[in-house]
């Protein structure tokens, strides 16, 4: 994965064009021909790390920019918009995505700007609002940086290794920097004193309050968050910042979404977690221990492998309740139409999870289009208090392309596939003829009714 490469054509364009260029005299001045230089603004050539270097030597710019400012989040985020049913008859192949990005940047960033304002297609039966919603706006930030911040993590690397000489304990570690570099101690309190948090902040007492409900892999992580906020605090406002939201919900959400990162970034250093990922083929039971974090935890970190040069495999993130709604999601650098789905087919695994609370769930699975995953569930209650004797339970799901399976630990023995169940992204959008779970007809096709008939799917439609 470290040779992965990088497709920026768009952003080689854009830079030509900031300083009045023709391809002629960027060329030149990169020593390269225009007639090669043409190829990159088409992305039909990588940006090499030799070219990058000549860029930023001539340019003065920030190299970050070629990925993180692709228009509509990238050729895997646009792939993902154009899945929606809508736009079935139109049959755009990725050659078609590529050249329009190159050929046209802008008016494919118009394009996605009006497809996530209206809510991602039409026809789901909710009515959109005129305001984004918050956790979109952040979400699109978070995937146009690929989902990783390397600020961030070089940072949090460097606390890691600082904190490592001090003390083995991670957790004693934190509440003794927390201590003598911000005074502010530590304390865990009873949950009838606590009753309606799990973290609370008292900078009157100069006190970091935990509820007794978090179990150890929280409570550190609670820690680390804190650092982050306190000693992060430049690096995160410059990028929430730079997000220019115009909206103070998914400002704060982002800030604390940035702190979280760090926090995973400091308990799982980024080469040292890499690291261990490739020497066990990203065993999630031995990482947990490992690091001594929670399966969720986990799963956050490994969508966030993207550094230059130290890739780790591109693993997407989905977190469901037991109703099958969308808390989380995340792609990282995956490009997986899973996660972009208006709905959860009942034909994969993840709903068996709940009744399996704590036992990761294997399944190699195939979409309509043809795309095959393996992904990864386990479900595990949230701590607080329950409601009725209920305690909120998720299902936390990661996956991968089969074609990057032979990697994994979990794969290993199994021909992904081969044994690949055929699942889809939700009825409305589905057009699997064939399947006896459907629940509705897709969006824009006329239900077929016989009178003589009874087909095996009651909701029977008609085909292309």
């Known amino acids: 994965m470290a040779g992965a490469k990088l497709i920026a054509g768009h952003a080689v364009r854009r830079v030509r064009r900031q300083h009045g260029l023709s391809q002629a005299a960027m060329a030149e001045m990169l020593d390269i021909s225009p007639s090669y230089l043409n190829l990159i603004e ?59 990005l190159a ?47 390397s600020d961030l993590d070089a940072m949090a690397e460097e606390r890691a290794d600082e904190l490592r000489m001090t003390a083995g304990d991670l957790y004693g570690a934190l509440a003794e920097r927390l201590r003598v570099r911000h005074a502010l101690t530590i304390r865990i309190l009873p949950v009838d004193i606590l009753p309606d948090r799990l973290v609370r902040l008292d900078l009157h007492a100069r006190q970091l309050q935990l509820s007794e409900l978090l179990e150890g892999p929280a409570r550190v992580f609670a820690l680390a968050v804190q650092l982050g906020q306190w000693e992060a605090r430049a690096e995160i406002e410059a990028l929430a910042r730079g997000a220019a939201f115009g909206d103070r919900i998914a400002e704060r959400l982002f800030r604390r979404y940035l702190a979280q990162y760090f926090a995973a970034a400091l308990v799982m250093p980024y080469a040292r977690f890499l690291r261990a990922c490739e020497a066990t083929g990203y065993d999630t039971a031995i990482l947990q221990r490992r690091f001594g974090v929670s399966f969720e935890q986990l799963a956050h970190r490994l969508t966030t492998l993207n550094r230059v040069g130290a890739r780790g495999l591109p693993f997407f993130l989905m977190r469901l309740d037991r109703a099958g709604q969308v808390s989380k999601r995340f792609a990282g650098a995956a490009d997986a139409a899973l996660v972009e789905a208006k709905g959860v087919c009942p034909l994969w695994n993840v709903f068996d999870a709940f009744g399996r609370q704590g036992e990761p769930l294997y399944q190699a699975v195939a979409m309509p289009d043809g795309a095959h995953f393996v992904t990864l569930v ?36 199994r021909d992904p596939v081969g044994e690949a169940s055929p699942i889809g992204p939700g009825c409305r959008r589905c057009l699997r003829i064939d399947c006896p779970q459907r629940a509705h007809p897709p969006i824009g096709r006329a239900l077929s009714v016989q009178e003589r008939e009874r087909p095996l799917n009651a909701l029977h439609f008609a085909g292309d």
Do not use: K, Y
């Not at 802008?106 to 009006?114: T, Y």
């Open 42 to 100: 088409r992305n039909q050539r990588p940006v090499t790390s030799t070219l990058l270097v000549r860029l930023v030597e001539a340019f003065d710019f920030d190299p970050r920019s070629l990925t993180a400012d692709a228009p509509g989040g990238g050729a895997a985020a646009m792939r993902r918009r154009l899945a929606d049913p809508m736009f079935a008859d139109l049959e755009i192949d990725r050659t078609d995505l590529e050249e329009w």
């Open 103 to 149: 050929a046209a940047p802008a008016g494919a960033e118009a394009f996605a700007r009006a497809f996530d304002r209206l809510g991602g297609g039409a026809g789901d039966g909710v009515a959109q609002s005129a305001t984004p919603d918050p956790t979109m706006l952040v979400r699109r930030e978070i995937e146009r940086w690929r989902n990783h911040f």
């Open 378 to 413: 386990q479900a595990g209650a949230r701590a607080g208090r329950s409601l009725a004797g209920v305690t909120a339970s998720f299902a936390v799901v990661i996956g991968l392309e089969a074609g990057l399976a032979g990697h994994l630990a979990m794969a290993r023995g």
